[in-house]
């Protein structure tokens, strides 16, 4: 019996040294970590969000000696929404995302402060928020629901289209059902403009455009044009009326998973490249809207944005209570 234990003993031990054999690194060292990662969202394949993550996807697999790889999955391809999408990062079946901050607030509240009507002057001024200390510790708050934010890509400024008449100030726009991301900042300011403000998942809208369920959407030049809302919808106003920005978002799951060296590339390649894919998305937006204009659809860039942040100052009160003056100042006020 003393044998029997022995030679199992001997055994044991000896199989241990052999499964521990193989490599002097710990497992999860940048030279062994491999991984194919899914990135989704829910635009069609020539929005600036995928231009933008092909080019992160290709600077990933080159930074790793292709260790790393990365597969886009457009348009909404694994069949969810935005919402669903954000809970799959949580979950860890998905691995990155980008979209509207929109849906995030859900998950992140400080988010919401970006989508407050009229906060952002310019181009120039969303650039030094987004890339400096308050961008910064917005993304860091995501950490709290599980979610790693790497930087902001862009959507853009939002603007208002409808299938009725031209609008210019809120009057025109009265009464008119449109739909929204599913974010209480953006319900409330319609609401406050006299609008009807209808949340949608983004995969419904255009055949609820289609069938007149509903008379209008909000959504930057990009959106407008990649999805083709022209063709079930007649008016296109440029309000401006909210900036979009896009956080690229990983799985916190998948990121704690990754040796350091590799996060660190992931942060600076999504910080890198959200210059490329704001440059490339702006640069393209007169091309986009005069073209949209040659089939017919009406664009009216003389919008009294005065009267329409006038129109939504009760609401934003309100923001500045959830949100406190202070922050929101603090954005406003970035030079």
Known sequence: MRKILAVTLILVFALSILGCGGSSKPAGTK????????LTNTQTKDHPYNIGAQKFAELIKERTK?????????DGQLGK??????ESLQQGTIDIYVGSTGPVGNFSPTMNILDIPFLFRDNAHVDKVLDGPIGQQLLKD???????????????????????????VPEDGKGLK??????????????TAGLNP????????????QQKVIDGQENPVAVIYSSKLYEVQKYLSMTGHVYSPAPIIISKKRWDQMPKEDQEIFRKT??????YQRKLNRDAEAAKIKEMESKGFTVTKDVDKAAWQKAMQPAFEEFAKEFGKDKINAIMNTK
């Open 31 to 38: 030279a062994e970590y491999k991984a194919n990662m899914k």
């Open 142 to 168: 995501l950490e709290k629901s599980n979610l790693v934010g790497l930087a902001f890509w862009e959507n853009g400024f939002r603007n208002l289209t409808n299938s009725r008449n031209v609008v210019k």
């Open 198 to 209: 209808t949340p949608m998942a983004w995969g419904e809208v255009y055949a609820a455009l």
């Open 178 to 191: 449109i739909r929204v991301m599913e974010n209480k900042v953006h319900l409330l300011a319609w609401k």
């Open 81 to 86: 929404g935005e919402r669903e999408m954000l």
């Open 66 to 74: 292709g260790r790393i790889t990365i597969t886009l999955y457009p």
């Open 270 to 275: 999504a910080l890198e490249v959200a210059q």
